[in-house]
């Protein structure tokens, strides 16, 4: 064989469909590979840090797995700074995330069904304010807000990150109200035939079918109110009210630099149970984003 | 509008009205409390001389918004908060399209990518900000530890005045995590016919892209980088936990030189009057959306 032909071989392998396909796999990967191990990077050094002893953790060139595990660091981080009580600032997260993922559920849920499915005058107009208050940045209210919960006597309780969730939020509404808009007329014509009334028909119809819509919300609400910083350094003062996010920052004012293994042991416990909850959650949470707010 | 709600209606229309306006009840009531009202009374407060109590408030007129025009930092804050929003808009949706595509191949194992794609995304929040004190720490850091085995002396991050913008924006990139969703959900709507039509016209790669993706993906686009300017705007915790505004002033952005003048030197006029002037930005440039989107979105007819 010639070297020409060998090369017009080479070349009609390429263009074959299988040859373009292979190529464009391994293109693919050469791309998803590396970005993927990028992306799980803070991660692991979060983790690796988490699990060295503190002789370790300045060590030169950095390792991102330790000579020796130290679990020691979890149980000394989580007790060992007198002021942060780790286990009460758990207690206060958990409990502002719950009910807020259920006061969100609950507001946001009727709010969809209104303006997916009744009719009304004006409802147009409040639709609009919907899509609108989507764009205002809620960091940027924090001063009002403050006075009116200073009125209300609410500093330094949980009900200025509590209340609100019961009053709707935007983005969830409009996600919900999506969702809701694919659901068939048929059945809840059907439905009404039988006689069942609008809260028959959320309940029974609208509910049921809205899981994966309804567990995407609860996700979001869950990442949202767990690594919720912002809120709860404004709003709370004593340390036993304080949530997960602000003991961690104390944690790094009170040791400036220096206990770095420790703090990230309390990160690393910090970030599990989104992590669980992502895991357990991922394919309802892409499901549900892809569906929500593209199509106007 | 209002005509309409003098016209007579049926009883049973009523009802459903009056229903639906029950079940929007909670939401109204949480808009009037917990935004319009703030947002009118900042307003108001904005004129005054508001600094810790309510009581004795003076009326100055324009005095605070006179004050920031005439405060330096006020200035630099606000070309910080434009160089951080237009850098994480345009890289981050760049990086998002291009995660979303990659996504999109027909290639397996993508379910694992994508879930780890968007794991940045759940993780943010103070413990991943303390994270990356550490990677961007400029001699122990992994970061630049990487980048002298390629060979490249790694600049300073977080330590330096002229880096600090652009490694919050480096860093902004590991949380595309949704804006790649709704682009990868965007994508796979496209109709194949229209690139299997593309194919026959004889359509390379990059003009199925330019020609056939981009004018259908438009729509999503513009959703995209609507709401990613806004969020561009609330990026308080990595400003609180890596920089607090610094080195200098250079990572001072509008949300925490509102923060610092609401609640450390307790002058809540001033603050207020930052947080329209905010509010301004963001409306200027949403409309400025609007008007560029008329160019470039492309609506199906």
Redesign the interface.
């Known amino acids: 064989m010639t070297k020409a032909k060998q090369r017009k071989k080479g070349y009609a392998w390429r263009n074959t469909i299988k040859g373009r396909r292979a190529i464009?796999?391994i293109l693919?990967?050469a791309?998803?590979v590396p970005?993927?191990i990028i992306?799980?990077?803070?991660?692991i050094?979060?983790v690796s840090?988490a699990l060295k002893p503190l002789n370790q953790v300045?060590a030169?060139?950095?390792r991102?797995i330790p000579e020796t595990l130290q679990w020691q660091n979890f149980p000394d981080g989580w007790y060992g700074y007198g002021y942060v009580d780790f286990t009460t600032c758990t207690w206060n997260s958990l409990k502002i995330t719950v009910n807020n993922i259920i006061g969100n559920l609950v507001?946001?849920t009727?709010?969809a069904?209104?303006?997916a499915r009744?009719?009304?005058?004006?409802?147009n107009?409040?639709f609009a304010?919907?899509l609108a208050?989507?764009?205002?940045?809620?960091?940027?209210?924090?001063?009002?807000?403050?006075?009116?919960f200073s009125r209300f006597g609410w500093l330094d309780t949980h009900l200025p990150l509590m209340v609100?969730a019961?009053?709707?939020w935007a983005f969830f509404?409009f996600l919900l109200r999506q969702f809701f808009m694919t659901i068939p007329e048929e059945l809840v014509d059907a439905a009404k035939i039988d006689g069942a009334g609008?809260a028959r028909i959320l309940l029974q119809i609208f509910i049921p079918l809205s899981k994966p819509a309804l567990a995407t919300l609860a996700i979001f609400a869950f990442?949202g109110n767990?690594?919720n910083?912002?809120g709860p350094?404004?709003y709370l003062r004593t340390p036993d009210v304080q949530t997960l996010?602000?003991c961690?920052?104390q944690y790094?004012g009170a040791y400036g630099n220096t206990e770095?293994h420790l703090?990230?042991a309390v990160?690393?416990i910090?970030?599990i149970p989104?992590?669980l909850i992502?895991?357990f959650g991922?394919r309802y949470?892409?499901e549900g984003?892809?569906?929500?707010?593209?199509?106007? | 509008?209002f005509r309409?709600?003098l016209r007579p209606?049926s009883p049973s229309?009523r009802r459903?009205?009056r229903?639906?306006?029950l079940?929007?009840l909670?939401?109204?009531?949480?808009?009037v409390?917990?935004?319009a009202?703030?947002?009118l009374?900042?307003l108001g407060?904005s004129f005054t001389d508001w600094r810790i109590s309510?009581d004795n408030l003076q009326f100055i007129g324009l005095d605070n918004y006179a004050t920031l025009a005439a405060d330096p930092i006020f200035w630099t804050s606000v070309g910080n908060t434009l160089y951080i929003v237009v850098g994480r808009v345009v890289f981050g949706t760049a990086f998002a399209l291009?995660?979303a595509i990659?996504l999109n191949?027909k290639?397996p194992?993508i379910p694992f990518?994508?879930?780890?794609?968007?794991?940045?995304t759940?993780?943010?929040?103070?413990?991943?900000a303390?994270?990356?004190i550490?990677?961007f720490n400029p001699?122990?850091?992994?970061l630049n530890?990487s980048l002298k085995q390629i060979g490249i002396t790694g600049p300073p991050w977080i330590y330096s005045s002229t880096w600090v913008k652009p490694s919050l924006i480096l860093m902004s990139l590991?949380q595309v995590g949704?804006n790649m969703?709704?682009l990868?959900?965007?994508l796979?709507?496209v109709p194949k016919e229209l690139y299997e039509s593309a194919e026959i016209d004889g359509a390379g790669n990059w003009a199925k892209f330019r020609n056939v993706t981009l004018p259908m993906l438009s729509?999503?686009l513009f959703?995209v980088i609507?709401?990613s300017v806004?969020s561009s705007?609330?990026n308080?915790?990595e400003i609180?936990?890596m920089t607090e505004g610094g080195p200098g002033e250079s990572s001072n952005v509008l949300?925490w030189y509102?923060?610092e003048n609401?609640?450390i030197f307790l002058q809540?006029g001033v603050?207020?009057a930052v947080?329209w002037i905010?509010?301004v930005i963001?409306m200027a440039l949403?409309g400025l959306q609007f008007r560029l989107g008329r160019r470039w979105v492309f609506y199906e007819v």
Request: hydrophobic content about 65%; aromatic content about 20%; proline content about 6%.
């Open positions: 464009g796999i693919t990967f791309l998803l970005i993927g992306f799980v990077m803070p991660f050094v979060m840090t300045f030169f060139p950095p991102l507001s946001c009727l709010a069904y209104a303006f009744l009719k009304a005058r004006g409802k107009f409040w304010i919907v208050t989507m764009l205002l940045p809620n960091e940027a209210l924090v001063v009002p807000q403050y006075v009116l609100p019961w009053f709707g509404i609008h990442i767990w690594n910083f912002f350094l404004l996010p602000v961690l920052v790094q770095w703090m990230m990160a690393t910090a970030v989104v992590l992502f895991i991922q949470f892409v984003i892809a569906t929500s707010g593209v199509k106007r | 509008m309409r709600f209606i229309a459903e009205e229903i639906f306006y079940f929007i909670p939401w109204l009531i949480g808009l409390v917990f935004n009202g703030p947002v009374g900042m407060l309510l291009l995660l990659l191949q290639v194992g990518f994508r879930a780890v794609y968007y794991l940045p759940v993780t943010a929040g103070v413990a991943v303390l994270v990356w550490w990677i001699r122990l850091g992994i530890y590991f949704p969703i709704i990868l959900a965007g796979q709507g729509p999503v959703f609507i709401i806004v705007f609330q308080f915790t609180r936990v949300i509102l923060w609401a609640f809540l603050a207020a947080a905010m509010f963001l949403t």
